[in-house]
Structures are given as structure tokens and as C-alpha cells.
């Protein structure tokens, strides 16, 4: 207890220091997560810094009425200045999510709540760093077997909320990954309510993966892939539960593959060694058609990587003009 009293002195210490770092007032009243959820608002799971400044060169507007969150899974814990500033300086719609990947905390299904404590102390010291604040955190991600064990839901859930308020200092809002695999209703068995009331209360954004490939896209039509897609929010609005109604409605996004690269992976995505960047562009407007297609996905849309080993450039440019003819799902 005493080591984490020593952290809670530190995050306090710098959390002080954060009065008014880069324009950012922290005594400035947070958007509802309703107001959030009518914005337009595009995410991205690992980016370069040559990304994000296409984007933003390219296709992302600023503005009140947009959100583009970037968010980044690094080795360690340490903050991460230099990449938060990339994004910020973007303009006012952009924000950077610092990741909490809980396939570091080896011991995460062991620990106790004081040891789960210390660790979203420490991290949130390094989110919170006070030469450039991150704006959300970001839970990387729920377990594949979570949702055939009611316990292991409680314990994400007890991270997820001490990842928002723990050690003091100000709130910090989340974006919350499921796998795929996390995606099939009839997967989940026991009571859940505890999960979903902390999602409601701490998350902005809430996604479901689907790394799909090329092939699939190329075999199904949109509207295949839109019905796909609509599977988990259409089965949170059918529980009935106002929690999860609210997700389904304001905070859920689908994240698609933006891989293209010259060898297999588990992001599926595109070969760039098989598919040229006008049969990358058909792919990713498939992606976004079928996403504005779904009742869910009319306001939100999540792409990644835009980092990863192998990675083709030649990706960024042409998701720009995939992003930018698709408006943030603006329709005349």
C-alpha cells in the first residue's frame, strides 16, 4: 500500500501541472456522452505520424461537429509526449487515446483490486503526463473467452472504471475494444450488468472488431456486410437494458481492416503484393458503404491499422480519399 500511496502522490503532483496544457482548460465542462454521440466521429487503432497528417491534410474536417480519435498501443508504460502532440496540433476535432493493453499485465485474472489499482495508477500518470495530456484512454481489449465468464467481465469492468477516476485528478474517458470473437450474442452467458453500466458511464466510443479480408468483402454485398455488422448493437437494443440501448445508439462503431501489406496476417485486409491501390480503394469503400449502411454506423466509423510491420504506405493517401469522398457519412 505504500507504493501506491507514493503513486497517488506523483499522478496528484502532476495531474496539478495540467491547469492549462496546450489550449486543453481541465476546469472546462465535459461534452455529454449524448453530445458526443451526435457528432461525426472517425477513429484509428495504431497510426504514424505521416498518417495522421495526411488525414488531416487530406480528409478529416475540424470542427464542433466532428471527433477523430487516434489511438496508440506502444511497448511499456512510459508517456508518450511527442505522439500526443502530433495529433492535438491537428486541430480541435482531434484527440489521442493512450492505450491500456491488458495483455502486458500478465497476472490480470490473479490480481487483486488493490494490485489493479496501482497498475491504472500508473498508467494514468503516464496518460496524464503533464507536457501533453492525452484525451482518452483506451482498453486494449476484452478477452475472447470474457464472455463465457461472468467473473472475468466484473474484473474488465473494475479496470475500466479505475482506468477512468483512479489516484484522483480528472476524469478521463474511454474507448473500449471488443474482439470479434466478442461479437456473437449467443457466446455470452450469465449476467453482464456491471460491464455494460461502466461502459455507459466512462466510454465515448465503444467498437467491435472486424478484420475482414478483401475476399470476404468481394464475395458478400454491402448490405451483407452492413447486416453483419449490426448483429451486436441490434442485440444490446434488444435487452431492453437503457445502457445498452444508449451504446448501441450513440457510442458503438464497427473497426475495419486497413491492412496492406505483402504477407498474411490476423488483420486480414488486403495483399499489396496481389491487389493494386485501385482494387485497395474498391475494398475500402465497400467497408465504408456497408458501415453507413447500418443504422449504427450512420455517424461513426473505425479503421486500423495504420501501423504494423510491413505496412504500404501507398494505404494512407487512398484511405484519404475514401474518408474524404465519404464526408464523415454526410449525404446530400
Given at each position: 500500500m505504500e507504493e501506491m500511496s507514493r503513486r497517488e502522490v506523483l499522478i496528484a503532483g502532476a495531474l496539478g501541472a495540467l491547469a492549462l496544457p496546450l489550449g486543453r482548460a481541465l476546469g472546462?465542462?465535459?461534452?455529454?456522452?449524448?453530445?458526443?454521440?451526435?457528432?461525426?466521429?472517425?477513429?484509428?487503432?495504431?497510426?504514424?505520424?505521416?498518417?495522421?497528417?495526411?488525414?488531416?491534410?487530406?480528409?478529416?474536417?475540424?470542427?464542433?461537429?466532428?471527433?477523430?480519435?487516434?489511438?496508440?498501443?506502444?511497448?511499456?508504460?512510459?508517456?508518450?509526449?511527442?505522439?500526443?502532440?502530433?495529433?492535438?496540433?491537428?486541430?480541435?476535432?482531434?484527440?489521442?487515446?493512450?492505450?491500456?493493453?491488458?495483455?502486458?499485465?500478465?497476472?490480470?485474472?490473479?490480481?487483486?483490486?488493490?494490485?489493479?489499482?496501482?497498475?491504472?495508477?500508473?498508467?494514468?500518470?503516464?496518460?496524464?503526463?503533464?507536457?501533453?495530456?492525452?484525451?482518452?484512454?483506451?482498453?486494449?481489449?476484452?478477452?475472447?473467452?470474457?464472455?463465457?465468464?461472468?467473473e472475468l467481465r466484473q474484473k474488465v469492468a473494475r479496470i475500466t472504471r479505475l482506468l477512468y477516476s483512479a489516484g484522483g485528478g480528472p476524469a478521463l474517458r474511454g474507448i473500449f475494444y471488443f474482439t470479434q470473437s466478442n461479437l456473437?450474442?449467443?457466446?455470452?452467458?450469465?449476467?453482464?450488468?456491471?460491464?455494460?453500466?461502466?461502459?455507459?458511464?466512462?466510454?465515448?466510443?465503444?467498437?467491435?472488431?472486424?478484420?475482414?479480408?478483401?475476399?470476404?468483402?468481394?464475395?458478400?454485398?454491402?448490405q451483407k456486410i452492413a447486416d453483419l455488422f449490426d448483429v451486436p448493437p441490434k442485440w444490446m437494443v434488444a435487452s431492453g437494458d437503457p445502457r445498452r440501448i444508449r451504446i448501441a445508439r450513440d457510442k458503438y462503431a464497427v473497426i475495419s481492416s486497413t491492412y496492406y501489406g505483402p504477407r498474411n496476417t490476423?488483420?486480414?485486409?488486403?495483399?499489396?503484393?496481389?491487389?493494386?491501390?485501385?482494387?485497395?480503394?474498391?475494398?475500402?469503400?465497400?467497408?465504408?458503404?456497408?458501415?453507413?449502411?447500418?443504422?449504427?454506423?450512420?455517424?461513426?466509423i473505425v479503421f486500423s491499422p495504420l501501423q504494423t510491420f510491413n505496412l504500404d504506405p501507398r494505404l494512407y493517401p487512398v484511405l484519404a480519399e475514401v474518408i474524404k469522398e465519404d464526408r464523415c457519412g454526410k449525404r446530400d
Amino acid at each position: 500500500m505504500e507504493e501506491m500511496s507514493r503513486r497517488e502522490v506523483l499522478i496528484a503532483g502532476a495531474l496539478g501541472a495540467l491547469a492549462l496544457p496546450l489550449g486543453r482548460a481541465l476546469g472546462q465542462r465535459q461534452e455529454s456522452s449524448e453530445a458526443i454521440g451526435r457528432k461525426y466521429i472517425t477513429s484509428y487503432y495504431q497510426f504514424t505520424d505521416e498518417a495522421v497528417k495526411i488525414l488531416a491534410d487530406k480528409a478529416l474536417p475540424n470542427g464542433r461537429e466532428y471527433l477523430h480519435i487516434f489511438v496508440q498501443s506502444a511497448p511499456g508504460t512510459k508517456p508518450r509526449p511527442k505522439t500526443t502532440r502530433v495529433v492535438q496540433r491537428c486541430g480541435s476535432s482531434f484527440k489521442y487515446g493512450y492505450a491500456f493493453d491488458l495483455n502486458k499485465y500478465k497476472t490480470w485474472k490473479e490480481a487483486s483490486d488493490d494490485q489493479l489499482k496501482a497498475w491504472a495508477v500508473e498508467f494514468r500518470a503516464a496518460a496524464l503526463d503533464s507536457s501533453a495530456p492525452a484525451d482518452y484512454f483506451a482498453f486494449n481489449e476484452m478477452p475472447d473467452e470474457a464472455p463465457k465468464h461472468p467473473e472475468l467481465r466484473q474484473k474488465v469492468a473494475r479496470i475500466t472504471r479505475l482506468l477512468y477516476s483512479a489516484g484522483g485528478g480528472p476524469a478521463l474517458r474511454g474507448i473500449f475494444y471488443f474482439t470479434q470473437s466478442n461479437l456473437r450474442p449467443a457466446t455470452w452467458i450469465g449476467p453482464s450488468e456491471e460491464l455494460w453500466e461502466v461502459l455507459d458511464e466512462t466510454c465515448d466510443l465503444v467498437v467491435g472488431e472486424h478484420f475482414e479480408s478483401g475476399n470476404f468483402a468481394s464475395r458478400q454485398s454491402a448490405q451483407k456486410i452492413a447486416d453483419l455488422f449490426d448483429v451486436p448493437p441490434k442485440w444490446m437494443v434488444a435487452s431492453g437494458d437503457p445502457r445498452r440501448i444508449r451504446i448501441a445508439r450513440d457510442k458503438y462503431a464497427v473497426i475495419s481492416s486497413t491492412y496492406y501489406g505483402p504477407r498474411n496476417t490476423n488483420w486480414a485486409g488486403l495483399r499489396s503484393d496481389k491487389n493494386s491501390p485501385e482494387e485497395l480503394k474498391k475494398y475500402l469503400e465497400k467497408m465504408v458503404e456497408a458501415t453507413r449502411l447500418s443504422e449504427f454506423g450512420k455517424r461513426r466509423i473505425v479503421f486500423s491499422p495504420l501501423q504494423t510491420f510491413n505496412l504500404d504506405p501507398r494505404l494512407y493517401p487512398v484511405l484519404a480519399e475514401v474518408i474524404k469522398e465519404d464526408r464523415c457519412g454526410k449525404r446530400d
